[in-house]
């Protein structure tokens, strides 16, 4: 780590410490207290102070204090975290460090909604979760390779929606409008309802919003206007029952969909020649019934899920094939343009049975068992314009993996004293994975030629260990170290040579410390970590092609290592001023040269720090009529592709981002006025390669939201 990065990570340190002296003469309200915050990340109810590992908790009414709607525009609370999105739906998660959606194969990063995980196999899009009557969103840092699996190696996010009142009726709704700088006019609009069906015993609660998400982008090749415009619909509806008072069941039914036009990429000028529409729809239904029994001297839970996803695409791919040959063979006129589609469905079957230990005793402990089984069609074909032929056949098969996983799990924690707590867990898992389809013959190929049948098997498995110590050094303060692993499965490419890809995993090592000062005004977190990544899987070509001849494909590529750090600070600076600010840092690189990377190349998409700083203020605006007022700024560093066999070595720019929102808050209504990007940065993102266009970040919006509740 150079002085200047030091300095950069030091920088936002030193300015808390040196406004130390001042917050410890105001007489404040506590920030949140990490005393009384309670999470579930372990799969059972504990303070977050005694979480042994890096974790941040971002509860319900600060999700709702910054009005944001995805887990995207909630990325600056969260060291370390990096969304990019070129498209609704289209999200890149990445955690310490690890970038989704490289080539195929499943999440980097674990995203569950309440009990049921929303990963697919081989689907490079997050489902959009919209944070609409959020109980809180958990961020779990560092591989969760115990509890949460296959796909957690960076670590896991938790979607947790609030739980039906069984002893009251309420209801909420909120409208917004917003206008995108040379773009469209946006709305939104939530609304939630509770109902107790029998008082202390059953309630509902339903929660819906529709959104219109404007575009912004131009095609200058047939002069349509802001043609990346979306829209977005969900339904959430949830029931529990207490039907005693040890038992509590709780079903819970999702819908979203998810209509996008084109995506965003574009040119500086917020432009792009397109000759083939890029939609894509995105539909998801998902049932979660879970059963919490207590048994005395154990916990009983259930948690039974399935999702049905379909997700239908076509990806323009003109830029691409361009070149020579295949201008003149298959786009012979100037409007000529080339894509590909796919339509793809995934049905997800999930269980998980667990017994816990109760709280009591020095010794507690968890043990499980889990199920998943996928089952995936996907049917695959070229899109041409002005050509009756197609440069390679489409594909009708299981898209390309069926998946069937089976797991065992512990975690048990014992306490060596009153300020010293010991936790270790493990989890050994089996995956069998199946690619079974039809290739169809490129129409290059001689009449009569048969299909390739894919028959493909492999299984694979893995234990993952974790060790967790936590030393409550003083009331309000504690140190934690951490060793855990995390595994990725390998899977299979559409290419003939290599066919099959291998599993990878990452073992990490940290110390963490967290805290509160100055009767609770002044909040930490700090965690310095070290990753070990082995058979990193990565996205490549085969040697001789180019991307108009040969389909991208997965490979292990060697080694990376390196450190990272984790900072989260809150600050009471006066009575009714706070200040929040996040840093990750992470430097994982190549420790080895291959055809594709060299030794220090960074691992692809990933910035190697992120910074944010908020500030928030409640106020009277009159004696009667309260206010707010925030201000939020948040940096990334550039991002890389490097594919050196192909001579790629591109950046994107470092991306800078100014929101404010300041409004008026009377116990039964709200409204703000908001603006976001104020700066109206135009930064590249997702650099394009191979010819397609960047994704940008969106220009300025200005709107203005309103809220009551009954």
Same mark, same amino acid.
């Given at each position: 780590?150079?002085?200047?990065?030091?300095?950069?990570?030091?920088?936002?340190?030193?300015?808390?410490?040196?406004?130390?002296?001042?917050?410890?003469?105001?007489?404040?309200?506590?920030?949140?207290?990490?005393?009384?915050?309670?999470?579930?990340?372990?799969?059972?109810?504990?303070?977050?102070?005694?979480?042994?590992?890096?974790?941040?908790?971002?509860?319900?009414?600060?999700?709702?204090?910054?009005?944001?709607?995805?887990?995207?525009?909630?990325?600056?609370?969260?060291?370390?975290?990096?969304?990019?999105?070129?498209?609704?739906?289209?999200?890149?998660?990445?955690?310490?460090?690890?970038?989704?959606?490289?080539?195929?194969?499943?999440?980097?990063?674990?995203?569950?909604?309440?009990?049921?995980?929303?990963?697919?196999?081989?689907?490079?899009?997050?489902?959009?979760?919209?944070?609409?009557?959020?109980?809180?969103?958990?961020?779990?840092?560092?591989?969760?390779?115990?509890?949460?699996?296959?796909?957690?190696?960076?670590?896991?996010?938790?979607?947790?929606?609030?739980?039906?009142?069984?002893?009251?009726?309420?209801?909420?709704?909120?409208?917004?409008?917003?206008?995108?700088?040379?773009?469209?006019?946006?709305?939104?609009?939530?609304?939630?309802?509770?109902?107790?069906?029998?008082?202390?015993?059953?309630?509902?609660?339903?929660?819906?919003?529709?959104?219109?998400?404007?575009?912004?982008?131009?095609?200058?090749?047939?002069?349509?206007?802001?043609?990346?415009?979306?829209?977005?619909?969900?339904?959430?509806?949830?029931?529990?029952?207490?039907?005693?008072?040890?038992?509590?069941?709780?079903?819970?039914?999702?819908?979203?969909?998810?209509?996008?036009?084109?995506?965003?990429?574009?040119?500086?000028?917020?432009?792009?020649?397109?000759?083939?529409?890029?939609?894509?729809?995105?539909?998801?239904?998902?049932?979660?019934?879970?059963?919490?029994?207590?048994?005395?001297?154990?916990?009983?839970?259930?948690?039974?899920?399935?999702?049905?996803?379909?997700?239908?695409?076509?990806?323009?791919?003109?830029?691409?094939?361009?070149?020579?040959?295949?201008?003149?063979?298959?786009?012979?006129?100037?409007?000529?343009?080339?894509?590909?589609?796919?339509?793809?469905?995934?049905?997800?079957?999930?269980?998980?049975?667990?017994?816990?230990?109760?709280?009591?005793?020095?010794?507690?402990?968890?043990?499980?068992?889990?199920?998943?089984?996928?089952?995936?069609?996907?049917?695959?074909?070229?899109?041409?314009?002005?050509?009756?032929?197609?440069?390679?056949?489409?594909?009708?098969?299981?898209?390309?993996?069926?998946?069937?996983?089976?797991?065992?799990?512990?975690?048990?924690?014992?306490?060596?004293?009153?300020?010293?707590? #010991?936790?270790? /867990?493990?989890?050994?898992?089996?995956?069998? =994975?199946?690619? %079974?389809? @039809?290739?169809? &013959? $490129?129409?290059?190929?001689?009449?009569?030629?048969?299909?390739?049948?894919?028959?493909?098997?492999?299984?694979?498995?893995?234990?993952?260990?974790?060790?967790?110590?936590?030393?409550?050094?003083?009331?309000?303060?504690?140190?934690?170290?951490?060793?855990?692993?995390?595994?990725?499965?390998?899977?299979?490419?559409?290419?003939?040579?290599?066919?099959?890809?291998?599993?990878?995993?990452?073992?990490?090592?940290?110390?963490?410390?967290?805290?509160?000062?100055?009767?609770?005004?002044?909040?930490?977190?700090?965690?310095?970590?070290?990753?070990?990544?082995?058979?990193?899987?990565?996205?490549? #070509?085969?040697? /001789?092609?180019?991307?108009?001849?040969?389909? =991208?494909?997965? %490979?292990? @590529?060697?080694? &990376? $290592?390196?450190?990272?750090?984790?900072?989260?600070?809150?600050?009471?600076?006066?009575?009714?001023?706070?200040?929040?600010?996040?840093?990750?840092?992470?430097?994982?690189?190549?420790?080895?040269?291959?055809?594709?990377?060299?030794?220090?190349?960074?691992?692809?998409?990933?910035?190697?720090?992120?910074?944010?700083?908020?500030?928030?203020?409640?106020?009277?605006?009159?004696?009667?009529?309260?206010?707010?007022?925030?201000?939020?700024?948040?940096?990334?560093?550039?991002?890389?592709?490097?594919?050196?066999?192909?001579?790629?070595?591109?950046?994107?720019?470092?991306?800078?981002?100014?929101?404010?929102?300041? /409004?008026?808050?009377?116990?039964?209504?709200?409204?703000?006025?908001?603006?976001?990007?104020?700066?109206?940065?135009?930064?590249?993102?997702?650099?394009?390669?191979?010819?397609?266009?960047?994704?940008?970040?969106?220009?300025?919006?200005?709107?203005?939201?309103?809220?009551?509740?009954?």
């Amino acid at each position: 780590m150079n002085t200047q990065t030091m300095k950069c990570l030091l920088t936002p340190v030193a300015a808390v410490l040196a406004a130390w002296p001042v917050m410890a003469q105001t007489t404040v309200d506590p920030v949140t207290r990490l005393q009384t915050v309670e999470v579930t990340a372990s799969k059972r109810s504990q303070l977050l102070i005694d979480v042994p590992y890096s974790i941040t908790a971002i509860g319900g009414s600060e999700i709702a204090d910054r009005g944001v709607t995805d887990i995207q525009q909630m990325q600056s609370v969260v060291p370390s975290l990096f969304i990019n999105q070129n498209a609704p739906g289209a999200s890149r998660i990445q955690l310490r460090g690890l970038s989704q959606g490289v080539g195929y194969g499943p999440a980097l990063v674990g995203t569950y909604l309440d009990d049921i995980s929303l990963n697919m196999p081989d689907a490079q899009r997050s489902l959009d979760v919209p944070l609409v009557d959020m109980a809180r969103i958990e961020v779990l840092r560092g591989p969760q390779g115990t509890l949460y699996g296959d796909g957690s190696m960076g670590g896991t996010i938790r979607f947790i929606t609030r739980a039906p009142r069984l002893d009251k009726f309420e209801a909420n709704v909120e409208a917004g409008v917003s206008q995108l700088s040379g773009g469209q006019t946006g709305w939104r609009t939530n609304g939630m309802v509770n109902v107790p069906l029998a008082v202390g015993v059953a309630g509902l609660r339903l929660v819906a919003g529709h959104e219109d998400l404007p575009g912004w982008v131009d095609n200058k090749a047939s002069g349509a206007k802001d043609i990346n415009s979306a829209k977005r619909d969900f339904l959430r509806a949830k029931l529990l029952v207490q039907p005693s008072a040890n038992v509590d069941v709780t079903a819970m039914f999702f819908h979203t969909a998810t209509d996008t036009k084109n995506n965003s990429g574009s040119g500086a000028d917020q432009t792009i020649a397109s000759y083939i529409a890029s939609p894509t729809k995105d539909t998801t239904d998902l049932f979660n019934l879970v059963v919490n029994a207590d048994l005395g001297k154990v916990r009983l839970v259930s948690s039974t899920g399935y999702i049905d996803r379909r997700i239908d695409t076509t990806a323009e791919l003109t830029a691409v094939y361009a070149g020579v040959p295949f201008r003149a063979l298959i786009m012979p006129k100037p409007t000529s343009g080339g894509a590909y589609r796919q339509d793809m469905s995934q049905k997800i079957t999930t269980q998980e049975l667990r017994l816990e230990s109760a709280d009591k005793g020095p010794l507690t402990w968890t043990a499980g068992v889990y199920y998943r089984k996928t089952d995936t069609h996907s049917v695959t074909s070229d899109v041409w314009t002005d050509a009756t032929f197609r440069l390679q056949g489409g594909f009708d098969g299981t898209g390309p993996t069926n998946v069937t996983q089976t797991a065992l799990f512990g975690e048990l924690t014992y306490a060596l004293s009153p300020q010293w707590t #010991l936790t270790g /867990g493990l989890r050994s898992f089996n995956e069998k =994975a199946d690619n %079974v389809g @039809s290739k169809l &013959a $490129s129409d290059f190929a001689p009449p009569g030629t048969p299909s390739t049948l894919y028959n493909d098997h492999a299984e694979f498995s893995a234990t993952t260990p974790r060790l967790n110590l936590l030393w409550r050094y003083a009331p309000k303060e504690a140190l934690y170290a951490t060793a855990s692993k995390g595994f990725r499965s390998g899977g299979f490419n559409s290419t003939a040579t290599p066919r099959n890809y291998g599993p990878e995993d990452i073992v990490n090592a940290e110390i963490g410390n967290r805290g509160s000062l100055f009767g609770d005004t002044f909040q930490y977190e700090v965690a310095a970590y070290h990753s070990q990544y082995k058979n990193v899987q990565a996205q490549d #070509l085969a040697p /001789g092609c180019t991307p108009a001849t040969c389909l =991208a494909l997965t %490979v292990n @590529s060697g080694k &990376a $290592s390196g450190p990272g750090l984790d900072i989260t600070l809150s600050a009471a600076l006066t009575k009714s001023l706070t200040l929040d600010m996040t840093l990750g840092y992470s430097d994982l690189v190549y420790d080895v040269n291959t055809a594709e990377r060299n030794k220090g190349d960074p691992l692809n998409y990933v910035p190697k720090k992120t910074v944010a700083v908020s500030l928030n203020q409640r106020f009277n605006w009159t004696p009667n009529l309260p206010g707010m007022t925030r201000l939020d700024y948040q940096h990334s560093d550039p991002v890389k592709f490097i594919m050196r066999n192909q001579g790629l070595n591109i950046s994107s720019n470092s991306v800078d981002t100014v929101n404010a929102r300041i /409004g008026v808050e009377m116990p039964a209504w709200q409204i703000y006025l908001e603006g976001k990007n104020l700066t109206n940065s135009n930064s590249v993102t997702f650099p394009g390669i191979f010819g397609l266009p960047d994704s940008r970040i969106a220009p300025r919006s200005i709107g203005v939201l309103v809220r009551a509740q009954f």
